[in-house]
């Protein structure tokens, strides 16, 4: 077995303040006091404000990435592709009305209103490492409850093994869905899937806000997944239908290139992705690169669904 | 063309390509270079060696094409400011992205294609960058300076598919930079290949008037 229980983070890999504030400094130079006001870590919410306790054992005690940086660095193939579009093009999805059918082999198949969707659990805010397969990373405090809540109502039948995610397909909401002129795009709907214990586990969050605040068009309104210990692009957004199976879904990365995106996809600094290494990564706002951690940190909760696994070959 | 006009030129090259320099410089100090600031500069360094090299490849079929001269006075400018943008480029990355972690470097270097791509399109432009000057032409004689310069194109070549082998699926704009260059080297090629049909003509044309001059 490759992955050891590696502690999550210690106290050294929190940033003091004196060496971020040091860095900073660095960064902007003298124009250090030119700079906007509400830039700080804690930047102020714009949006619908939405009240969760913090969930303090499942949240990492580390600083937040910024709000403006967590909402302006994107990857959202449905807007465009790159970093910025998201942002610039969000104010075109439309998060209501919006419905949630949950269905496949369950003996309560349901379409969730998302207004009741957000009555459904209480909400909990949690503190989560987000490790893009890219090799960068953010820590976000997320809100949302966990989707086993939801699944559980639906009553799994005894074939369901898998869950598949489908995210909206409207290319008047999605401009990165129109056909572009080389044809290319991936093959929408975007589809993700996690093992039925994967999605079942307290981990995996079903997430509709962020920083306080309902979640951004940007980041997956009205309502996506987070596993934090896989690839961000495992937890997939603005989701309208979740469907129990049980064969492996097909998954959207994984259909436009396989070698490069499995379809377990855990984050591992010992498998690389075949044009870059995974061992490092930079933390959004940092300046040096830090060491990858197996599972981003979550091995002593995650390792035991994969014991059985070769992380290798199942990338 | 006048000594002015060639200065002119020369000036708007000069200023153009400061411009993404300047451009970058103001962001940093304004604290705009996106939430990656590494990454993003990394990116548009690289952007800009690519169409600056791009262009100066361009300025020898420029003048085939439309029969001018001026393109050629332009021709290594732009190429040294091609090298002066991979340099950075390739700084940002050793000092910026890596922190000079040496084995970590070379270990991409070896393994991970579209980096061995571009340090060989980096490592090509050093030899014309220090032959560039007039001395260097004398001394290495034109003919032989010529062909060496024809590295220009391998660094074109190695700088393209660097580009085409890091984009992600979705991207597109890797495409124009390798459409432009497969043009620029079919106007090359279609030159080399007309001077040879033409040559060829000369020479039979030639036999043919020494013929009939032995005639009579």
Known sequence: MLISRAPRFTSNDITDAKHYLTRREWMLGAAALTLLPGESAAATPQGEPLKAARNDAQSLREPATKFESATTYNNFYEFGVNKPDPARLAHTLKPRPWTVRVDGLVHKPKTHDIDDLLRLSPLEERVYALRCVEGWSMIIPWIGFPLASLLKRAEPTGQAKYAEFTTLLDPSQFPGQRSSLFGFSLDWPYTEGLRLDEALHPLTLLTVGMYGQVLPNQNGAPVRVVVPWKYGFKSAKSIVRIRLTSEQPATAWNKAAPQEYGFYSNVNPAVDHPRWSQATERRIGEFRRRPTLPFNGYADQVAPLYASLDLKKYY | ?216
């Open chain 2, 1 to 216: 063309m006048s000594r002015r006009v060639r200065l002119a030129l020369k000036g708007v090259v000069w200023g153009v390509c400061l411009v993404p320099l300047a451009t970058l410089v103001y962001w940093f100090a304004r604290d705009d270079l996106t939430a990656n600031p590494i990454s993003f500069v990394t990116t548009t360094l690289g952007d800009w060696t690519l169409r600056i090299l791009l262009a100066s490849l361009a300025m020898t079929p420029i003048r085939l094409v439309l029969g001018v001269s001026w393109p050629i006075t332009l021709r290594r400018l732009l190429g040294l400011f091609a090298f002066f943008y991979v340099c950075l480029h390739g700084s940002v990355w050793i000092v910026l992205d890596f922190f000079f972690d040496w084995p970590r470097m070379w270990e991409d270097i070896l393994k991970r294609p579209y980096i061995t791509m571009g340090m060989l399109g980096l490592l090509s432009l050093i030899p014309l960058a220090a032959t560039s000057t007039a001395g260097m032409i004398k001394r290495l004689g034109a003919r032989r300076w010529r062909r060496l310069h024809r590295l220009a194109y391998l660094a074109g070549v190695a700088g393209s598919i660097h580009f085409l082998w890091l984009a992600k699926v979705g991207r597109t704009d890797q495409y124009w930079y390798v459409a432009t260059l497969a043009l620029l080297l079919a106007i090359r090629l279609g030159d080399v290949a007309l001077r040879a049909v033409r040559r060829r003509r000369e020479r039979r044309g030639a036999r043919v008037a020494t013929a009939s001059i032995r005639m009579p």
